[in-house]
């Protein structure tokens, strides 16, 4: 079975910062392109980060120089480094896993429960 568990959310002043981790078990790890997803409240699930089976990476435009996201493939293992946190990057984020990087939640196959981040002004 497919596990995804996400840890290091929190509360955080703005121009603070947060890591993510997200456990994956049950499955080919390296395969699939994994990622973060974020949902805020009264808001569309909003693709944050991505990182594929060879390492490239793709972020969302109002995250790119702040969050970088990574894998150790030795522990299963993706992070999301967050850093100069904004109250707007509020949210619950999501791990995912999928056959291909894409904006499109639908395409990913695999979730995770997602963590609370909430930034204060």
């Known amino acids: 079975q497919v596990q995804l568990v996400e840890s290091g959310g929190g509360s955080v002043q703005a121009g603070g910062s947060l890591r993510l981790s997200c456990a994956a078990t049950?499955?080919?790890?390296?395969?699939?392109?994994m990622g973060w997803f974020r949902q805020g409240p009264g808001k569309e699930r909003e693709g944050v980060a991505a990182?594929?089976?060879?390492?490239?990476?793709v972020y969302t435009d109002s995250v790119k120089g702040r969050f970088t996201i990574s894998k150790d493939n030795a522990k299963n293992t993706l992070y999301l480094q967050m850093n100069s946190l904004k109250p707007e990057d509020s949210a619950m984020y999501y791990c995912?896993?999928?056959?291909?990087?894409?904006?499109?939640?639908?395409?990913?196959?695999?979730w995770g429960q997602g963590t609370q981040v909430t930034v204060s002004s």
């Open positions: 995912v896993a999928g056959p291909y990087c894409t904006r499109d939640p639908k395409a990913f196959n695999f």
């Open positions: 049950g499955y080919t790890y390296r395969r699939y392109c």
């Open positions: 990182i594929d089976s060879d390492g490239s990476t």
